[in-house]
T-cell receptor, first 114, second 110 residues
């Protein structure tokens, strides 16, 4: 059984640029959530995707968007990057309706905006 | 979302038990108590969860107060690999999102 994987592991961008982060969900999982974790803080929920549609969103502006593909993998896109977008971006997958509803996290992508 | 309160940090010695407290005085009847931990340079990892009764698994035990306003995560024998930030989270019913606080940084001394 393969766990949640994310790519790239690190990324450096400049203010105003756009970035795409990728996530492969754990085998058998149909739901993907994205979280942003600033340094020294707990992760903050960005949004969740289920059946290729956004299924809930946290307090993040529309320049944060995502996609989910038929194989349940997902992308997080951030437009017009700001310095405060520098953070660890975490992807988590789960089996909606499964026996435990536990979320499994990937190792994250560290984004630095200069 | 109901709020949880945890100590910022705790320290333990290797091979001793660790009791990590969490207060959640505004918990509602449908809130599940979840614990995740985050090791350095890794994503959060599920530890345990419960609703009303105490729970045990291979990683830890969860003791839930009778009024459910507090809970305690118990690591029976701490190892150096247990050094991490531990998050106590309330998840309401079928709600999907996890609302993390700052957690408790556990240091384990050899």
């Amino acid at each position: 059984e393969t766990g949640v994987t994310q790519s790239p592991t690190h990324l450096i961008k400049t203010r105003g640029q756009q970035v795409t982060l990728r996530c492969s969900s754990q085998s058998g999982h149909n739901t993907v959530s994205w979280y942003q974790q600033a340094l020294g803080q707990g992760p903050q929920f960005i949004f969740q995707y289920y059946r290729e549609e956004e299924n809930g969103r946290g307090n993040f502006p529309p320049r944060f968007s995502g996609l989910q593909f038929p194989n349940y993998s997902s992308e997080l896109n951030v437009n017009a990057l700001e310095l405060d977008d520098s953070a660890l971006y975490l992807c988590a997958s789960r089996q909606r309706g499964g026996p435990t509803d536990t979320q499994y996290f990937g190792p994250g992508t560290r984004l630095t905006v200069l | 979302d109901a709020k949880t309160t945890q100590p910022n940090s705790m320290e333990s010695n290797e091979e001793e038990p660790v009791h990590l407290p969490c207060n959640h005085s505004t918990i509602s009847g449908t809130d599940y108590i979840h614990w995740y931990r985050q090791l350095p340079s890794q994503g959060p990892e599920y530890v345990i969860h419960g609703l009303t009764s105490n729970v045990n698994n291979r990683m830890a035990s969860l003791a839930i107060a009778e009024d459910r306003k507090s809970s305690t995560l118990i690591l029976h024998r701490a190892t150096l690999r247990d050094a991490a930030v531990y998050y106590c989270i309330l998840r309401r019913g079928s709600n999907y999102k996890l609302t993390f606080g700052k957690g408790t940084l556990l240091t384990v001394n050899p």
